[in-house]
């Protein structure tokens, strides 16, 4: 559409210095971009987030026969000497070895980068993570030796910013759980407290890395079970107010973990009875401890944010397809569906765009081209929590994209004008959305009464013609 508002010479009406700051802004648009998705209610870093998607999409790619997880370390030459052990470990050629540790390459072609046009890797940038630069057939670490293809766990484990210490101890501990729970669903275990089961002060550095750990864990037990649960909790409740407990006295006098000692006995009863609450008061084998809004969302979205090269953070690396098959295994934990994913991933490729710069138009049209998946949804789907999730996603896209448009004049010159078309395709498609498919007003009147692209549009020439013509009559008053 961008030909539509090329003809109206736009910048000609501001100031050359008004140039620079326009770019200024622009640049940092990815700082002052609300997440849709709401705040927890608790203190969570990026960090603890991070580690907490990466332990749960490790639990959850185990195989479905129950067999245990393969611990596999790292290929590249920085890590061949690394004295990590576990009890499973196979060859990664082992025809036992579980899905999560097939090897990557890059022969293929993705078929997510294909469906959007998505940029590979810069040739000019550092190779990717899951990039191999040999046959794969050496395992030395001197130089000229090739290095052999990472696995997915591993890659995962790199975007993911997760140490090599913490995903050891992750890996050993759920093999032990594996071996003790053979046959067992994943959405039956809670994973965090099935870790401090596992984990004792003597697996980490120092009792600090131990305490810190702890606490992390203990919070994402009151973020999923007591701030943000998947049903609504009465906080009379005696679980609840002793999970509470619990957790804030080890906010000062951390417990002993690693054994089944009362404390953990204490706490796995109150976790265990908040987890398996269902609708009619029942309990049920699965467990709900991470699939509450907005917890969920926040999770899910730092899983998909991995897919993004580490060394390009514009670039999607060209091993999604594998990464995107392995995420979706967490859609059971986290309590995520098809209809969920597309609006994440569309808030992932927008918000990347954003951030990055608003110069990767492979971004901004694949958001665009997400979003008319998510339009499909729009008209089949009544759940209410995916209608809120869906309305704020939207609206945030929206008053990103209205806030360039109603003055385009200021937001555009020569530079950018190419962004133009992208942006107000973004704007129309989500004003579509939420007019025609949240919106009751829309309901109460007939089609064609109302044609929103035609409306923004309208709206987004007049609002810019008069903005300029206001900054004009000040010029010569």
């Given at each position: 559409?961008?030909?539509?508002?090329?003809?109206?010479?736009?910048?000609?009406?501001?100031?050359?210095?008004?140039?620079?700051?326009?770019?200024?802004?622009?640049?940092?648009?990815?700082?002052?971009?609300?997440?849709?998705?709401?705040?927890?209610?608790?203190e969570?870093?990026?960090?603890?987030?991070?580690?907490?998607?990466?332990?749960?999409?490790?639990?959850?790619?185990?195989?479905?026969?129950?067999?245990?997880?393969?611990?596999?370390?790292?290929?590249?030459?920085?890590?061949?000497?690394s004295?990590?052990?576990?009890?499973?470990?196979?060859?990664?050629?082992?025809?036992?070895?579980?899905?999560?540790?097939?090897?990557?390459?890059?022969?293929?072609?993705?078929?997510?980068?294909?469906?959007?046009?998505?940029?590979?890797?810069?040739?000019?940038?550092?190779?990717?993570?899951?990039?191999?630069?040999?046959?794969?057939?050496?395992?030395?670490?001197?130089p000229g030796?090739?290095?052999?293809?990472l696995?997915?766990?591993?890659?995962?484990?790199?975007?993911?910013?997760?140490?090599?210490?913490?995903?050891?101890?992750?890996?050993?501990?759920?093999?032990?759980?594996?071996?003790?729970?053979?046959?067992?669903?994943?959405?039956s275990?809670?994973?965090?407290?099935?870790?401090?089961?596992?984990?004792?002060?003597?697996?980490?550095?120092?009792?600090?890395?131990?305490?810190?750990?702890?606490?992390?864990t203990?919070?994402?037990?009151?973020?999923?079970?007591?701030?943000?649960?998947?049903?609504?909790?009465?906080?009379?409740?005696?679980?609840?107010?002793?999970?509470?407990?619990?957790?804030?006295?080890?906010?000062?006098?951390?417990i002993?973990?690693?054994r089944?000692?009362?404390?953990?006995?204490?706490?796995?009863?109150?976790?265990m009875?908040?987890?398996?609450?269902?609708?009619?008061?029942?309990?049920?084998?699965?467990?709900?401890?991470?699939d509450?809004?907005?917890?969920?969302?926040?999770?899910?979205?730092?899983?998909?944010?991995?897919?993004?090269?580490?060394?390009d953070?514009?670039?999607?690396?060209?091993?999604?397809?594998?990464?995107?098959?392995?995420?979706?295994?967490?859609?059971?934990?986290?309590?995520?569906?098809?209809?969920?994913?597309?609006?994440?991933f569309?808030?992932?490729?927008?918000?990347?765009?954003?951030?990055?710069?608003?110069?990767?138009m492979?971004?901004?049209?694949?958001?665009?081209?997400?979003?008319?998946?998510?339009?499909?949804?729009?008209?089949?789907?009544?759940?209410?929590?995916?209608?809120?999730?869906?309305?704020?996603?939207?609206?945030?896209?929206?008053?990103?994209?209205?806030?360039r448009?109603?003055?385009?004049?200021?937001?555009?010159?020569?530079?950018?004008?190419?962004?133009?078309?992208?942006?107000?395709?973004?704007?129309?498609?989500?004003?579509?959305?939420?007019?025609?498919?949240?919106?009751?007003?829309?309901?109460?009147?007939?089609?064609?009464?109302?044609?929103?692209?035609?409306?923004?549009?309208d709206?987004?020439?007049?609002?810019?013609?008069?903005?300029?013509?206001?900054?004009?009559?000040?010029?010569?008053?």
């Amino acid at each position: 559409m961008a030909h539509l508002f090329r003809d109206l010479s736009l910048g000609h009406s501001k100031r050359e210095s008004s140039s620079t700051t326009t770019k200024s802004s622009a640049a940092a648009g990815g700082t002052d971009l609300p997440s849709p998705i709401g705040q927890l209610a608790v203190e969570l870093s990026d960090s603890d987030l991070r580690l907490t998607a990466y332990e749960i999409f490790v639990a959850a790619c185990r195989t479905s026969s129950g067999k245990p997880l393969t611990y596999v370390t790292s290929f590249t030459s920085s890590n061949s000497n690394s004295n990590l052990d576990s009890p499973g470990q196979l060859s990664n050629n082992s025809p036992s070895s579980p899905a999560p540790q097939r090897s990557l390459t890059s022969a293929a072609a993705s078929k997510v980068k294909k469906a959007f046009g998505l940029k590979s890797p810069g040739s000019g940038s550092k190779k990717s993570p899951g990039s191999s630069t040999g046959s794969g057939s050496g395992s030395g670490s001197g130089p000229g030796k090739p290095k052999k293809a990472l696995t997915v766990g591993e890659l995962m484990r790199i975007q993911m910013k997760v140490s090599e210490a913490m995903d050891s101890r992750v890996r050993r501990a759920l093999l032990r759980i594996a071996a003790s729970q053979v046959g067992r669903r994943i959405e039956s275990v809670v994973v965090p407290l099935e870790l401090l089961q596992q984990l004792k002060l003597s697996d980490f550095t120092d009792s600090q890395e131990h305490d810190a750990w702890q606490k992390r864990t203990l919070k994402v037990l009151e973020v999923g079970l007591l701030l943000h649960p998947r049903l609504p909790l009465d906080r009379a409740q005696s679980s609840a107010q002793r999970l509470r407990q619990i957790i804030h006295g080890a906010l000062d006098r951390p417990i002993e973990t690693g054994r089944n000692n009362e404390s953990l006995q204490v706490l796995r009863s109150a976790v265990m009875t908040l987890a398996s609450r269902s609708v009619d008061g029942s309990l049920t084998e699965a467990c709900h401890w991470a699939d509450g809004f907005p917890l969920n969302l926040r999770l899910y979205q730092m899983l998909l944010e991995a897919c993004f090269d580490i060394n390009d953070e514009s670039s999607i690396l060209d091993e999604i397809d594998e990464l995107m098959e392995h995420i979706k295994k967490t859609w059971g934990i986290l309590g995520i569906n098809q209809t969920f994913h597309n609006v994440c991933f569309t808030w992932v490729l927008f918000h990347r765009f954003v951030a990055t710069g608003q110069v990767e138009m492979d971004l901004l049209y694949a958001a665009d081209g997400q979003l008319e998946e998510v339009a499909k949804d729009a008209k089949t789907t009544k759940d209410p929590e995916y209608a809120k999730v869906l309305s704020s996603t939207l609206t945030a896209i929206m008053g990103w994209a209205e806030k360039r448009l109603l003055a385009y004049h200021e937001t555009f010159d020569t530079s950018n004008i190419e962004t133009m078309q992208g942006i107000v395709s973004l704007g129309v498609a989500a004003a579509k959305i939420l007019v025609e498919d949240i919106s009751n007003e829309y309901r109460r009147r007939r089609k064609s009464e109302v044609n929103v692209a035609r409306d923004r549009i309208d709206t987004y020439i007049r609002s810019s013609l008069r903005t300029a013509f206001a900054q004009a009559s000040s010029y010569y008053p």
